[in-house]
């Protein structure tokens, strides 16, 4: 019997809206610089600081992936001011994270990439800039 929660599991197999979002207001990006694992979060927030959609991206274990997904679903048709005030262990309790016996360090990522966006500026977010740890396309020759 495994010991990963169903909800990780299927977030993981089956994430909801990942991919790059051209329309974000608000977005941010943590990269696990040991493991070079990473979770980009883009928002789009209304003019009345409610999140209308949300996306994600990751590159990592399933503790950095699936909690990505879980948290991109959650946020949508919530407020800033909701999401701002949520804490780590009500994080713990969405994302199931503590039933999972890995101790990972990409655990807080999706975590710390969401507080991250909600703070970002109402700028749009370039998917030209996200992160992937190794070389550009340009850098290869």
Same mark, same amino acid.
Not at 118 to 133: A, V
């Given at each position: 019997?495994? *010991?990963?929660?169903?909800?990780?599991?299927?977030?993981?197999?089956?994430?909801?809206?990942?991919?790059?979002?051209?329309?974000?207001?608000?977005?941010?990006?943590?990269?696990?610089?040991?493991?070079?694992?990473?979770?980009?979060?883009?928002?789009?927030?209304?003019?009345?600081?409610?999140?209308?959609?949300?996306?994600?991206?990751?590159?990592?274990?399933?503790?950095?992936?699936?909690?990505?997904?879980?948290?991109?679903?959650?946020?949508?048709?919530?407020?800033?001011?909701?999401?701002?005030?949520?804490? *780590?262990?009500?994080?713990?309790?969405?994302?199931?994270?503590?039933?999972?016996?890995?101790?990972?360090?990409?655990?807080?990522?999706?975590?710390?990439?969401?507080?991250?966006?909600?703070?970002?500026?109402?700028?749009?977010? *370039?998917?030209?800039?996200?992160?992937?740890?190794?070389?550009?396309?340009?850098?290869?020759?």
């Amino acid at each position: 019997m495994s *010991d990963i929660p169903e909800l990780l599991l299927s977030h993981f197999e089956d994430p909801y809206h990942r991919g790059c979002f051209e329309r974000a207001t608000h977005a941010a990006q943590v990269l696990d610089a040991d493991s070079q694992h990473f979770v980009v979060i883009q928002l789009r927030v209304n003019d009345s600081g409610i999140v209308e959609e949300a996306w994600f991206d990751a590159r990592g274990c399933l503790a950095c992936e699936a909690p990505a997904s879980i948290l991109t679903q959650f946020c949508e048709s919530k407020s800033i001011v909701e999401l701002i005030g949520l804490t *780590d262990a009500q994080f713990a309790e969405l994302t199931q994270l503590e039933r999972l016996s890995s101790k990972s360090n990409c655990r807080q990522l999706a975590w710390h990439a969401l507080q991250k966006a909600l703070q970002s500026t109402d700028e749009e977010f *370039d998917c030209d800039r996200l992160t992937f740890g190794g070389p550009s396309l340009g850098e290869e020759t």
